[in-house]
T-cell receptor, first 112, second 117 residues
Framework: KNEVEQSPQNLTAQEGEFITINCSYSVGISALHWLQQHPGGGIVSLFM???GKKKHGRLIATINIQEKHSSLHITASHPRDSAVYICAVKGNYGGSQGNLIFGKGTKLSVKP | NAGVTQTPKFQVLKTGQSMTLQCAQDMNHEYMSWYRQDPGMGLRLIHYSVGAGITDQGEVPNGYNVSRSTTEDFPLRLLSAAPSQTSVYFC????????????????FGPGTRLLVL
């Protein structure tokens, strides 16, 4: 049973499109992270949020704690946004408290 | 700041060989962790440390050892490599996993690609 589920697994978009990636989780959390993994393999932290909404440039992340759901939006997508986007949650239960649980990632390809 | 560094970038081992994957950070971070990334799976935690001298097991610790003698370094040792350990290994660090306000932002190393034959 996956504690963190992302959808879609793969996403192809045309340059300029508005993109949404979803993350659902089944455990109690204290924080949720969105990460970006470049085609070369490097992983970069985009957002960490525990409530509401955060915005950085063309990226917007939202979280609904009651519904156990988060979304990552990309406005005016560009080919350089092509990457794997990973959702990870920080559990607030049991022995794993403090460590991150990762989704499998969403592979985004933006065509020019 | 160099951030989080990992060496080597790529390694080929034979079954039964041992090796150490190096990880270092220069940000004075308390929390360091090792993950493995396999196709079709999310990153999985191998071992982690909340400070010098303190380590603990993650989700998939078997076949791996760690130590944390200094704040900066967190090496991962493969005692007797097996083909099942073929993977990409990432080291990550953050100020803490217990504090709020952005101090839990994760910084990842560039990864080590390991092939065990």
């Amino acid at each position: 049973k996956n504690e963190v589920e992302q959808s879609p697994q793969n996403l192809t978009a045309q340059e300029g499109e508005f993109i949404t990636i979803n993350c659902s989780y089944s455990v109690g959390i204290s924080a949720l992270h969105w990460l970006q993994q470049h085609p070369g393999g490097g992983i970069v932290s985009l957002f960490m949020l525990s409530s509401g909404k955060k915005k950085h440039g063309r990226l917007i992340a939202t979280i609904n704690i009651q519904e156990k759901h988060s979304s990552l939006h990309i406005t005016a997508s560009h080919p350089r946004d092509s990457a794997v986007y990973i959702c990870a949650v920080k559990g607030n239960y049991g022995g794993s408290q403090g460590n991150l649980i990762f989704g499998k990632g969403t592979k985004l390809s933006v065509k020019p | 700041n160099a951030g989080v560094t990992q060496t080597p970038k790529f390694q080929v081992l034979k079954t039964g060989q041992s090796m150490t994957l190096q990880c270092a950070q220069d940000m004075n971070h308390e929390y360091m962790s090792w993950y493995r990334q396999d196709p079709g799976m999310g990153l999985r935690l191998i071992h982690y440390s909340v400070g010098a001298g303190i380590t603990d097991q993650g989700e998939v610790p078997n076949g791996y050892n760690v130590s944390r003698s200094t704040t900066e370094d967190f090496p991962l040792r493969l005692l007797s490599a097996a083909p099942s350990q073929t993977s990409v290994y990432f080291c990550a660090s953050s100020y803490s996993m217990g504090r709020q306000g952005g101090q839990e932002t994760q910084y990842f190393g560039p990864g080590t690609r390991l092939l065990v034959l």
